[in-house]
């Protein structure tokens, strides 16, 4: 085990020992708890595979550089209106 000295503001100090006293735990594991779930989350957010979200599929194009390959709106009016009954 590495031993490993933190100096927090004495206003992260404080809520960490009051969390370490509601839960009736020493500060040493609030600590470590924090430390792990951060690492989970890191790994997590590595994990996820982009590609396999549906809408990083969807066909889409950068207004700035490309013309559109087809006119998403163009059956829109359908969707708002409910077939085609516009407002007068």
């Not at 708890?33 to 396999?52: G, H, M, N, P």
């Not at 549906?54 to 829109?76: A, Q, T, V």
Request: hydrophobic share 25%.
């Amino acid at each position: 085990m590495t031993q490993i000295v933190l100096q927090l503001p004495e206003f992260y100090t404080r809520k960490l020992e009051v969390e370490a006293n509601f839960r009736k735990k020493k500060l040493e594991e609030i600590i470590t708890e924090l430390i792990q779930r951060f690492i989970r989350e890191k790994e997590d957010e590595e994990a996820y595979d982009v590609t396999s979200d549906p809408l990083y599929n969807m066909g889409c194009y950068d207004s700035d550089n490309d013309e559109p390959k087809e006119n998403y709106s163009s059956n829109i009016d359908s969707y708002l209106y409910h077939n085609g009954n516009y407002p007068k």
